[in-house]
């Protein structure tokens, strides 16, 4: 689990970093994909506060830190199932939500 949670703070990295370079439309997929990655987090019962001192030692500004601890307390508002198939949709579900969000503000 070690593994993907440090993959997942990479992609986090990745994302976040490229979000004011894009488009819109491509912040909103990258957005889709950076709630995936915490939410799948949430559901592998990554501790909340290893997630949140994560971010602090990211390279991003204070607002984009700001941005990605909302998007980890909302996906931690949520459940936490045990079954596969009940985790993938939550995962997709709240990222399929961020998206819509996204997408409305265009």
Same mark, same amino acid.
């Given at each position: 689990? %070690?593994? @993907?949670?440090?993959?997942?703070?990479?992609?986090?990295?990745? #994302?976040?970093?490229?979000?004011?370079?894009? *488009? %819109?439309? *491509?912040?909103?997929?990258? /957005?889709?994909?950076? &709630?995936? @990655?915490?939410?799948?987090? =949430?559901?592998?019962?990554?501790a909340? !506060?290893k /997630?949140?001192? @994560?971010?602090?030692? /990211?390279?991003?500004?204070?607002a984009?830190?700001?941005?990605?601890?909302?998007?980890a307390?909302? &996906?931690?508002? $949520? !459940?936490?199932? @045990?079954? %596969?198939? #009940? =985790?993938?949709?939550?995962?997709q579900k709240?990222?399929?939500?961020?998206? /819509?969000?996204?997408?409305?503000? $265009?």
């Amino acid at each position: 689990m %070690k593994k @993907s949670i440090k993959f997942g703070i990479i992609l986090l990295t990745f #994302y976040v970093a490229n979000l004011a370079a894009e *488009d %819109k439309v *491509d912040n909103c997929m990258k /957005l889709h994909e950076l &709630a995936t @990655s915490l939410m799948k987090a =949430r559901q592998q019962g990554v501790a909340m !506060p290893k /997630l949140m001192n @994560s971010f602090e030692n /990211l390279a991003i500004e204070v607002a984009e830190t700001n941005f990605l601890k909302k998007i980890a307390i909302a &996906a931690y508002d $949520q !459940p936490q199932y @045990s079954g %596969k198939e #009940y =985790r993938n949709k939550a995962v997709q579900k709240f990222a399929n939500e961020w998206a /819509l969000k996204c997408y409305k503000q $265009q």
